[in-house]
């Protein structure tokens, strides 16, 4: 109880100057906001890096060991998907052919697209239709378009809609959708593999991936040495996300800018912050001094100062991320593959920002109330 009391003169003594105050919280909330912000256009850009790996959900991908992401494809040889289909532990192996194109619309402009060839036998990592049928994707020049952020840059084409691939005819058969926007800001068409690789120029090689199921996860690991041996490179999809991630974030300047950042607002809270409680304890020294001389104990003051510096930065933290999130959701309704996400790591990281600048901001607090002396007060 009695300590209870010490914390309620410590709220009191915190909310009684508003303006102070509403500095800490400004300072706090600000820097929890930029913080909040950078890391979830981090934590957006990396996972729409990999949107294409998601999509297909392939458990493994067998490529060229020069391959940084999902995008920057070399195609392999062809004899390496009967080597692949021919290893043990491998249930099926298939081709995916992934490049980019130039479409003719409707009203002769043009648009760059990603094309994305399916085996034609089995179309392996076909996505969910919203309209048409998969297997009218077997029809002369048929494709699937994909309905996400990009999709009004097709001019939103219908079933039955046609334009020109590289100036060959193609006609949408059918709508889907995909757990994953791309990260490029380019539609994506699905195709059979031979029709992608007869649109679509290409060099001596076609296939771009070859996914492949294993028959048990103790196989994978097989497969990868079988696969190394031949002197290229299988990832599980997971293993596959992390390369791209990997990439983006050390071989690219899209870490090192969202670190630094990250690192700037983290200084202006904790300046801000320090500074201005630093203040209010000056202001209120002949108050922690009274309470010393009537009895309060060191410890006692500490928890009151330990207390306020929290509470302020809690309740910084709550506004600073309430605040990231209304602004990422009002830009989304005017910018629809706008990257932002919140994730629970951009949280979890913020958090611990905000509790270091309230543990430095109660450590500067504390040492100058401890070193109060009652009878400096009462003498001043």
């Known amino acids: 109880m009695k300590n209870l009391g010490i914390l309620r003169i410590a709220y009191k003594l915190l909310v009684n100057d508003r303006g102070k105050f509403s500095a800490l919280l400004i300072g706090v909330t600000f820097a929890v906001f930029l913080m909040t912000q950078m890391t979830s256009m981090f934590a957006g850009i990396l996972a729409r890096s990999s949107a294409t790996v998601v999509?297909?959900?392939?458990?493994?991908?067998?490529?060229?060991?020069?391959?940084?992401?999902?995008?920057?494809?070399?195609?392999?040889?062809?004899?390496?998907?009967?080597?692949?289909?021919?290893?043990?532990?491998?249930?099926?192996?298939?081709?995916?052919?992934?490049?980019?194109?130039?479409?003719?619309?409707?009203?002769?402009?043009?648009?760059?697209?990603?094309?994305?060839?399916?085996?034609?036998?089995s179309l392996f990592g076909r996505p969910e239709l919203e309209a048409g049928r998969m297997e009218d994707v077997y029809a002369e020049n048929g494709f699937i378009v994909v309905h996400d952020a990009e999709y009004p840059k097709l001019e939103s084409p219908k079933i039955g809609t046609e334009f020109q691939i590289n100036d060959h005819r193609a006609i949408v058969k059918g709508v889907a959708k995909v757990a994953s926007n791309g990260l490029f800001g380019v539609p994506t068409l699905y195709t059979t593999y031979s029709r992608a690789v007869q649109y679509l120029p290409n060099g001596r090689f076609t296939t771009s991936y070859i996914l492949v199921e294993p028959k048990s996860p103790s196989d994978i690991r097989q497969i990868?040495?079988?696969?190394?041996?031949?002197?290229?490179?299988?990832?599980?999809?997971?293993?596959?996300?992390?390369?791209?991630?990997?990439?983006?974030?050390?071989?690219?300047?899209?870490?090192?800018?969202?670190?630094?950042?990250?690192?700037?607002?983290?200084?202006?809270?904790?300046?801000?912050?320090?500074?201005?409680?630093?203040?209010?304890?000056?202001?209120?020294?002949?108050?922690?001094?009274?309470?010393?001389?009537?009895?309060?104990?060191?410890?006692?003051?500490?928890?009151?100062?330990?207390?306020?510096?929290?509470?302020?930065?809690l309740t910084g933290y709550g506004l600073g991320v309430g605040l990231c999130s209304a602004v990422i959701a009002l830009v989304r309704l005017r910018i629809p593959d706008y990257a932002a996400i919140v994730t629970a790591w951009n949280l979890s990281l913020a958090f611990g920002m905000v509790m270091l600048i309230a543990g430095i901001s109660s450590y500067i607090g504390v040492r100058r109330v401890l070193r109060i002396e009652p009878f400096e007060i009462f003498r001043a």
């Open 224 to 313: 990868k040495a079988a696969v190394g041996k031949l002197g290229y490179l299988a990832l599980t999809q997971g293993e596959f996300n992390q390369r791209i991630a990997d990439f983006y974030k050390y071989r690219t300047g899209v870490g090192t800018n969202i670190l630094l950042m990250t690192v700037i607002s983290f200084i202006v809270g904790l300046s801000i912050s320090g500074q201005t409680f630093y203040t209010f304890i000056l202001e209120n020294l002949e108050k922690f001094g009274a309470l010393k001389a009537i009895g309060a104990k060191g410890r006692e003051l500490v928890w009151m100062i330990l207390f306020q510096a929290s509470f302020t930065c």
């Open 55 to 121: 999509n297909i959900g392939a458990r493994m991908w067998v490529m060229d060991p020069a391959v940084n992401t999902v995008a920057n494809t070399i195609p392999v040889p062809d004899y390496l998907l009967d080597a692949v289909r021919s290893m043990p532990g491998v249930r099926y192996a298939v081709p995916l052919y992934s490049g980019g194109g130039l479409a003719k619309l409707v009203d002769g402009t043009y648009q760059a697209v990603s094309v994305l060839g399916l085996d034609d036998t």
